[in-house]
């Protein structure tokens, strides 16, 4: 809850969903279930925070192609054939699926790539001049200044 009071200085505390702990998961799994649960009937634009050289025509793109092939539980992006599941799209069918599986005990694993080989998932590759886009900043170290 230490995060959830830092960022309500720039949130109101309505908008923040914390992490739902009781089926014993952390990490993205956890926020996406989480927000899911409070928002059931909503599919979920995600992307993770720490992505900060994201283009928004990268996330406009995904947009796109969301409205324009429905039916998928999820859209994502793909990088050198792997999925980049911290920037996609999750539909609201696709979660209950896996929501439903994850109440019964019957999701085996909590990571967001074993999830994603439950649901029919639309990949779109990424171009070459994209991938930076998905650099992953952790740390003060990760980042570059000059």
Excluded at 9 to 16: E, I, R, S
Excluded at 102 to 131: E, R, W
């Amino acid at each position: 809850d230490i995060q959830k009071e830092k960022f309500t200085t720039f949130f109101p505390a309505d908008q923040l969903v914390a992490d739902n702990l009781r089926y014993g998961i952390r990490g993205p799994v956890c926020g996406l279930f989480s927000v899911h649960e409070k928002y059931q009937e909503s599919d979920l634009f995600v992307l993770a925070c720490d992505m900060q050289q994201m283009n928004t025509s990268v996330l406009k793109a995904l947009e796109t192609v969301y409205i324009q092939q429905p039916g998928f539980d999820a859209y994502l992006f793909t990088n050198a054939g792997e999925p980049e599941p911290l920037c996609g799209i999750y539909c609201s069918k696709g979660l209950r699926k896996l929501y439903a599986l994850l109440q019964c005990g019957a999701l085996k694993k909590h990571s967001m790539k074993y999830m994603l080989c439950q649901l029919n998932a639309f990949y779109i590759p990424l171009t070459d001049d994209q991938v930076f886009c998905f650099s992953n900043f952790n740390s003060p170290e990760d980042i570059v200044t000059e």
